[in-house]
């Protein structure tokens, strides 16, 4: 028995052994690695805002080293021409680490996987932020607690806290907002989540107050990085609802919006799935139906599409900021280097012969659903200088598009507008929809740009090789521009 008490006792002796000098370990590599990290920030930082107005930068400014804890003090500057009258804004965060392998904290929640240390990151109060403590009576607004292993992955969570404020300029209802973040060290897989409770803006305007709400978001995202640089993999954002009311129009809502994505690298070329779908959508409290949006995109040369976004980033996006702050219209304007840089880059693109789908473009109401598609592929034409039909067969290798509208749903969506307008007869309402739905089958077929088949109005096109097939009727891709013109004017004209 007293052999079993000591071999016990030893245990324990050794464990906090152990932990004491995996604490020191710890104590010891802490400012490194936390130098490391600062610097990777501020690379990261940069680098996600190349083409904008303004810049930050994150700053250690202290490190207070103890056996089993250490604080920091960070400082994290912004500045911005349209903040704060052009000054820095600076905000100051302290962290309390526990040291590794085993923060109490972690104990205390029974999560015993060894980490190099535990943080535990709060707002401090100062003259930029001291308006943001009062409105969460004076608690930090925002706290972050993350984790680092010893190979420096990380992983942790940031709460922002509720608060609300009104002025001259409108109001703010923020319920709070949680993210849950994941990474490796070296940044090859980053994973991300968050809830947004709720959010209710009022923004007062020359026209009159705009009012947005949004109830019930979340988002996950994240994904390896690949050999092109970009995270590989899904996406996907969701809604409960969402209202926008400009000034003096009806307030339109959107139900159980979701929005999905994918990445992939495919032998060289990136590949890309992107669908929006609302669940229901409402103009003045009168629910109009659901629609839908899928988008595919495939064969786009790596190489060349980092390259072109990197040039919108340094060169086209600037431009564009600087002349929206000025209130001014936007003209890219680049030198004939950037320009022979860009025709070269697009060139590199086409080579690739990408693929764009719009697979469905649809509105579903209680009586019918239409919908739109259009495919293109396209190639690289010999030379931009050339005339434009020549330049629309090479540039252009196939298209396909169709189009179906249905009667019914034009019916649902004329008779909503009918009550709209204040009309409560039924059967007059009906003849009216009815009416509608008629007309828009007649004027497709006198304009020659659809054909009725049972319920539905359809028109097909298909062009390939300078030949365009509408609706069975072939003719080159000049006469049928030729064509839609002159159907245009016949239809302002009052066909």
């Known amino acids: 028995m007293k052999k079993s008490v000591n071999i016990a006792v030893g245990v324990v002796i050794v464990a906090g052994a152990l932990i004491t000098a995996g604490a020191w370990y710890t104590g010891t590599r802490l400012e490194g690695v936390l130098g490391d990290a600062v610097q990777q920030g501020n690379q990261q930082i940069q680098t996600a805002l190349a083409g904008h107005e303004g810049s930050a930068s994150v700053q250690l400014l202290s490190l207070d080293r103890h056996f089993f804890t250490s604080t920091a003090h960070y400082k994290f500057t912004i ?22 392998p085993f923060p109490w904290s972690r104990v205390k929640s029974l999560n015993l996987v060894p980490v190099m240390a535990a943080s535990n990151t709060e707002l401090e109060k100062n003259v930029f932020s001291e308006k943001w403590f009062a409105m969460t009576n004076g608690q930090p607004p925002l706290t972050a607690h993350f984790s680092m292993g010893y190979d420096r992955a990380g992983q942790g969570r940031i709460d922002f806290l509720p608060f609300q404020f009104d002025d001259q300029n409108g109001s703010f209802k923020f319920s709070g907002f949680t993210l849950n973040a994941s990474g490796t060290a070296d940044g090859e897989k980053l994973e991300a989540n968050g809830v947004l409770g709720s959010l209710d803006v009022t923004a007062t305007s020359e026209e009159g107050p705009v009012h947005l709400t949004l109830n019930d978001m979340t988002f996950n995202t994240g994904g390896t990085k690949g050999k092109s640089g970009f995270y590989l ?47 229901n959508i409402s103009v003045a409290g009168k629910a109009i139906g659901s629609s839908q949006m899928l988008w595919k995109f495939a064969n786009f040369d790596i190489a060349s599409t980092k390259n072109l976004l990197q040039i919108y980033k340094d060169k086209i996006q600037p431009q564009a900021q600087a002349a929206a702050a000025m ?65 629309l067969k090479q540039l252009l290798t196939q298209a396909d598009a169709k189009l179906v509208l249905s009667k019914p749903m034009i019916r649902d969506l004329a008779s909503l507008q009918a009550q709209s307008a204040g009309l409560t007869d039924p059967a007059a309402i009906a003849q009216q929809a009815q009416g509608a739905a008629e007309t828009v089958g007649g004027m497709a077929i006198m304009l020659q740009v659809g054909k009725v088949e049972g319920d539905n109005i359809v028109s097909n096109l298909h062009y390939a090789d300078d030949v365009v097939d509408f609706n069975g009727e072939k003719m080159t891709a000049q006469q049928f521009a030729a064509a839609m013109m002159g159907k245009v004017v016949m239809f302002n004209r009052g066909y």
Do not use: C, W
């Open 233 to 279: 993999g899904h996406s996907d954002a969701k809604v409960s609802s969402a209202t926008f009311q400009a000034a003096g129009q009806p307030p339109i809502q959107f139900k159980d919006f979701v929005n999905t994505s994918l990445l992939q690298e495919v032998e060289g070329s990136l590949n890309a799935q992107v669908s929006y779908d609302i669940g």
């Open 327 to 391: 209130g001014e219209s936007y003209t890219p304007q680049l030198s004939a280097a950037d320009q022979a840089l860009v025709q070269a880059e697009v060139g590199k693109m086409l080579a690739a012969k990408p693929h764009i789908e719009l697979e469905k473009l649809s509105l579903k109401t209680a009586s019918g659903e239409s919908h739109f598609s259009l495919t293109m592929d396209l190639g690289n034409p010999t030379s931009f200088d050339q005339p434009g039909a020549a330049l």
């Open 79 to 100: 500045q911005n021409p349209r903040l704060n009258e052009g000054a820095p804004i600076e905000l100051l965060f302290v962290d309390n680490i526990e040291h590794g």
